[in-house]
């Protein structure tokens, strides 16, 4: 079974910076696209970042200039570092990747748990 794993989470005041990570496990042939996405309470999940195997980023306009995701694509780990926080990126931050299955060779969507960034003073 694969699997997605965050971690990093917790809460920060304003200004502050936090650095979340995913760790992809089970049996795996590739991992292709990898991201972040974040739902608020009361609102829509919402893409914050996105990468390529090949490293091409994609940012949402919310966060470029505060956010860097980046790939240990060896290690099958995504990050996403983000700084200047501000109040409005309270949500919960969910990985999401596709993922050849290394038995059936399948692409699965895969999403983590989540994990909850709040950000207040």
């Not at 966060?63 to 240990?72: L, P």
């Amino acid at each position: 079974q694969v699997q997605l794993v965050e971690s990093g989470g917790g809460w920060v005041q304003p200004g502050g910076s936090l650095r979340l990570s995913c760790a992809a496990s089970g049996t795996i042939f590739s991992v292709t696209a990898m991201g972040w996405y974040r739902q608020a309470p009361g609102k829509e999940r919402e893409l914050v970042a996105s990468i390529t195997r090949r490293g091409l980023t994609n940012y949402a306009d919310s966060v470029k200039g505060r956010f860097t995701i980046s790939r240990d694509s060896a290690k099958n780990i995504l990050y996403v570092q983000m700084n200047n926080l501000k109040p409005e990126d309270t949500a919960v931050y969910y990985c999401n990747a596709l993922i050849t299955n290394g038995v059936t060779l399948v692409d699965l969507e895969v999403w983590g748990q989540g994990t909850l960034v709040t950000v207040s003073s």
